[in-house]
């Protein structure tokens, strides 16, 4: 009897665990429906942010290696030092030119003996990097005050003061030239500086002193970081938006970004502090500046190169909110429409107009094709609103064909977001920029933010955002997996309601890992190398997959959207017939599940998966393990029309599938 029992208790065990596990099995049974194709998404759609933050320009994607090259920062010096060794006698000065020039100052080196080593060194940005067998280019402009038989040597001196590079120029008896100098690296080498020595008894003046790689993106003289620049070709961005960010607003309105002060040749191009060099107490930057080596110019260059759609912002007239909130009065508007107007044509201007000349000058005659453009970054209130219909009203009448970004200010929600989509849908705007950096339990959570929103009121960029991790509080771990896979798992919801969400991209994008202000960012590096974080890695797998229309991609009919802990979304991609889905598992365990699609469409399909996957939330990148998460690829094979798989836990997972 009590055998009996036992055996009947055992059985019912059994039957209920296979019970429990099929019924999960059937929970998590998916369904794809081909035939009702959803709404386009943006081919646009995942981008890149850029800001002048965390040493991005000067110091990272500008592959300029000297700092303060031509002595306008505040403190003429810094970065420099002088240098007079053994026995060397001399004087080092900065000087004014005679006219008012963008470039304001220059240096004088008066040597009054022929002993020794004279001249100055400089640090670059946080230190500088050679790398063996390459060259480095230098060219500067000089011109000899007094004495004859004058000559510059330049070296690239290593850590323990060993010549890693040198050469010497002559200088010609004339008036202001420009000089260069080939010079290649012996060794490999980080944190090492450069010098820069006058030879020969006299006074020579010099300016706009510059060491770069001759290995640039596209071998382009005075050009980018090729290491840096790949990473985001990699990426397939859509579009680039740039400069910023707050660095568009100003501190106050002198710090602005004004476009047309960063275009031309370097010496018209007049340096900026960077706001970010006061703006955190505890990540002071002192050495901060703004050179505009990388100015409009180069933005749309590089989002040509990349090809992104350029998405350049401009200020509104309101200085940033958080700082000095200084706003241009309404009367005195004028200024800031016209930079805007101006840079239409700069931008798609033909040859002949003014600013379209300019462009043409610069070495680009066809235009840049500009179809967006932002009106302000973080800006709220009234004021944001009274001065964007300035902008609106101009804009639109001069250029009906672009599209104008506008700002729900700094926080996802709150009263001045819901008060700036009031005001911005009963003005019938185009695109409005949300910002979030949230913990990423609030990226699970806001999966279905875009769910509701108004399909006929104003489209959404998601301009900025970024999971910033609960788990890491040393910021150069906060780019781990947590973050990164609550952010894929909130990307479902954007690609789901692409309809809405017309533009994306994560911010900040670079970050110095010794100059850096603000963590987390998508891409760190120092001097010689850079990694991507897991976090490039979604961002990455979301823009090269995208696919040309959504498709419904359902469990039990409704969308999957954190419900067990599973995302997904689904589109087509017509160019190439094939079925794309997306499947975020956030459980620590795995999850089998079975996937169909309904619809026409052959069976057996084969396809690909691209995974990324860790059983370890606080796996984060650095320059010495930059891969520890990687993207995975396999093959799938579809039976009839049914995928039949285990999702591992933690995993962000792409299939194509060749309808
Ligand atoms: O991405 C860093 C900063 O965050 C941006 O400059 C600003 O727009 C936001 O507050």
Redesign the pocket.
């Known amino acids: 009897m009590k055998n009996a029992f036992f055996l009947c208790r055992s059985f019912l065990t059994i039957f209920f665990l296979f019970q429990g596990f099929f019924m999960a099995w059937s929970q998590e049974k998916l369904t794809i429906d081909l035939g009702k194709k959803g709404p386009s998404i943006n081919p646009h759609m995942w981008g890149l ?1 850029f ?1 002048d ?1 965390n040493f991005a320009a000067d110091g990272g994607l500008y592959a300029e290696m000297i700092k303060n090259n031509s002595f306008e920062f505040p403190s003429p010096f810094m970065g420099w030092r002088r240098i007079q060794e053994n026995g060397a006698m001399g004087y080092h000065y900065t000087k004014i030119y005679d006219k008012d020039e963008a470039n304001k100052r220059y240096l004088q080196l008066q040597r009054l003996n022929n002993e020794g080593q004279f001249g100055m060194s400089n640090e670059g940005f946080r230190g500088m990097a050679v790398k063996a067998g390459e060259n480095y280019r230098l060219t500067f402009m000089a011109r000899p005050a007094r004495g004859s038989s004058l000559s510059v040597q330049a070296q690239i001196m290593g850590k323990d003061r060993k010549t890693l590079a040198q050469g010497t120029v002559s200088i010609q008896n004339s008036g202001w030239q420009e000089y260069e100098l080939m010079l290649k690296a012996g060794n490999t080498e980080d944190k090492i500086h450069f010098r820069i020595l006058l030879q020969g008894e006299g006074e020579l003046d010099l300016d706009l002193i510059s060491l770069f790689p001759e290995n640039t993106w596209k071998g382009r003289k005075r050009g980018l970081r090729k290491d840096l620049v790949e990473l985001l070709a990699d990426m397939k961005p859509g579009f680039l938006r740039f400069p ?4 568009v607003e100003g501190f106050d309105l002198e710090t602005r970004y004004q476009w047309k002060k960063t275009i031309g040749e370097m010496h018209e191009r007049s340096t900026l502090i960077n706001r970010w060099n006061i703006e955190f107490m505890h990540r002071n930057a002192p050495d901060y500046f703004q050179s505009f080596g990388i100015g409009f110019f180069e933005y749309f260059l590089l989002a040509k190169d990349l090809g992104a759609e350029p998405l350049p912002i401009l200020s509104c007239g309101l200085a940033c909110q ?1 700082n000095s909130g200084e706003m241009a009065h309404l009367h005195d508007m004028d200024e800031y429409v016209q930079d805007a107007l101006d840079l239409i044509e700069f931008a798609n201007g033909a040859t002949d107009s003014f600013w379209g000349a300019k462009r043409a000058e610069m070495g680009h005659p066809e235009p840049f094709n500009l179809k967006y453009l932002g009106v302000g ?2 800006n709220w209130g009234p004021q944001f609103i009274e001065r964007y219909d300035i902008f609106e009203k101009a804009l639109k009448a001069a250029y009906p064909e672009v599209i104008l970004v506008s700002t729900s200010g ?1 926080f996802p929600d709150g009263h001045e977001f819901d008060y700036l989509w009031k005001e911005l849908t009963a003005r019938d705007a185009e695109l409005i920029d949300e ?1 979030y ?1 949230k913990p990423p339990q609030w990226f699970k959570d806001n999966a279905r933010r875009y769910d509701q929103y108004d399909r006929k009121g104003p489209k959404v960029f998601a301009g ?1 955002y ?1 999971a910033h991790s609960t788990l890491e509080n040393d910021p150069l771990k906060k780019n781990n997996w947590e973050a990164a896979l609550s952010e894929a798992a909130f990307m479902t919801g954007l690609e789901r309601n692409a309809d809405v969400v017309r533009l994306a991209s994560y ?2 994008l670079f970050a110095h890992v010794d100059g850096w202000q ?1 963590s987390p960012d998508l891409i760190w590096f120092d001097n010689l190398k850079a990694y991507a974080t897991p976090n490039y890695y979604v961002q990455k797998l979301f823009a090269n997959h995208p696919g040309t229309h959504i498709l419904n991609i359902t469990h039990n009919a409704q969308s999957i959207a954190g419900e067990n802990g599973l995302y997904a979304s689904s589109s087509f991609d017509e160019k190439t017939g094939e079925l794309i889905f997306k499947i975020v598992n956030t459980n620590a365990d795995s999850r089998p599940l079975e996937i169909e699609w309904k619809g026409r469409s052959k069976n057996n399909a084969a396809g690909t998966l691209y995974q990324l996957a860790s059983d370890d939330l606080r796996v984060h990148h650095s320059l010495e393990k930059p891969d520890l998460i990687a993207i995975k690829e396999s093959p799938v094979q579809a039976k009839g029309k049914k995928l039949a798989l285990s999702i591992p836990g933690n995993s962000v997972n792409v299939f194509r599938i060749t309808l």
């Open positions: 942010f800001e933050i910023g960010g707050c660095i958080f970054n973080e700094p910002h950096y900025e970024a911010a900040p603000w």
